[in-house]
């Protein structure tokens, strides 16, 4: 799922191609980024770096609470 944070504003795409391992915009919101979507997945990111212990998955939500 970290390819889908891989976008100019560091916001995360829905949609991604799990066998391609990239983000794929949504055809019928093109560009636009859901605000519950967005902290939704900073919520379970950075709980995710906590399980893990792996700081990649905070450092890549923390662009959404500098963005909003």
Do not use: C
């Amino acid at each position: 799922m970290l390819p889908v944070f891989d976008t100019p504003s560091g916001l995360a795409l829905s949609m991604a191609n799990l066998g391609l391992k990239k983000a794929v915009d949504d055809p019928y919101s093109q560009g636009r980024v859901s605000t519950a979507e967005a902290t939704t997945l900073q919520l379970e990111f950075r709980y995710l770096s906590h399980l893990t212990g792996d700081s990649i998955y905070w450092d890549k939500v923390e662009q959404v609470r500098l963005t909003f």
